[in-house]
T-cell receptor
Framework: NAGVTQTPKFQVLKTGQSMTLQCAQD?????MYWYRQDPGMGLRLIYY???????DKGEVPNGYNVSRLNKREFSLRLESAAPSQTSVYFC??????????????FGPGTRLTVL | GENVEQHPSTLSVQEGDSAVIKCTYS??????FPWYKQELGKGPQLIID?????GEKKDQRIAVTLNKTAKHFSLHITETQPEDSAVYFC???????????FGTGTRLKVLA
């Protein structure tokens, strides 16, 4: 039982390049989330997927797209990377999106640098 | 908009002393308040949580208190140890929504 896994762990991009961050969970959770973590700003929600087949915007969705490929996998795509997207990206999952009382489980993160 | 303020941003304590981290939330509908610990190079991990119908919860050396009237909640760590050194995040969530609103984090250093 690996929990939430993310690939890659580190990535360096040039401005304008594209890439996809991968996330998978093996806990049979319904909801999945993508956050970015910047110094002094905590965790900010980019996109979430309440259940397989649905995705919705969070606080900071501009410049990103997501795909809920199946119940296990939720990917984040940067179509044209910008230096402002330099950050640490975390994927998380939860049993159910609308039930507050469930723990969110986080992956180990992807550290992305855009030059 | 909704936000969670967290203080202090950094905290240094001597091993064996207590540490207190405080958070204030703005959305009065918030009813679930988790605390996460993030070690260097890892993702956040839940260490304790509290629901709005409870005023205090303890788990060994860790406790959380909630004051709904003042809309603030606090994390208390007693008998701190070097392995408590990490970044701690509070969050507030509301039933029926997807949102977890996170605080900006507190870097705790326990000095041996």
């Amino acid at each position: 039982n690996a929990g939430v896994t993310q690939t890659p762990k580190f990535q360096v991009l040039k401005t304008g390049q594209s890439m996809t961050l991968q996330c998978a969970q093996d806990m049979n959770h319904n909801s999945m989330y993508w956050y970015r973590q910047d110094p002094g700003m905590g965790l900010r929600l980019i996109y979430y997927s309440a259940s397989e087949g649905t995705t919705d915007k969070g606080e900071v969705p501009n410049g990103y797209n997501v795909s809920r490929l199946n119940k296990r996998e939720f990917s984040l795509r940067l179509e044209s990377a910008a230096p402002s997207q330099t950050s640490v990206y975390f994927c998380a999952s939860k049993v159910s999106a609308l039930s507050s009382y469930n723990e969110q489980f986080f992956g180990p993160g992807t550290r992305l640098t855009v030059l | 908009g909704e936000n969670v303020e967290q203080h202090p941003s950094t905290l240094s304590v001597q091993e064996g002393d207590s540490a207190v981290i405080k958070c204030t939330y703005s959305d009065s509908a918030s009813n679930y308040f988790p605390w996460y610990k993030q070690e260097l190079g890892k993702g956040p991990q839940l260490i304790i949580d509290i629901r709005s119908n409870v005023g205090e919860k303890k788990d060994q050396r860790i406790a959380v208190t909630l004051n709904k009237t003042a809309k603030h909640f606090s994390l208390h760590i007693t008998e701190t140890q070097p392995e408590d050194s990490a970044v701690y995040f509070c969050a507030a969530s509301t039933s029926g929504t997807y949102k977890y609103i996170f605080g900006t984090g507190t870097r705790l250093k326990v000095l041996a």
